[in-house]
């Protein structure tokens, strides 16, 4: 986990467990899945995200 900021790119570095344990979906290597990215400058989730993108991503 972790980041970094090179040539005016922000690289953001995550893990999430395989299973969830019900709080999403079973995750499966070889697999795509839909993710939603969203950025603010308010740490309150419950505020409107200044950007946001969804993208499908290769495990």
Do not use: I, K, Q, W
């Amino acid at each position: 986990m972790g980041g970094e900021e090179r040539d005016g790119r922000t690289t953001s570095r995550f893990a999430l467990p395989l299973e969830s344990g019900g709080f999403g979906p079973t995750l499966r290597p070889g697999e795509r899945v839909h993710v939603v990215l969203a950025y603010s400058r308010d740490d309150d989730f419950g505020h409107h995200s200044a950007r946001r993108t969804a993208v499908n991503l290769d495990l």
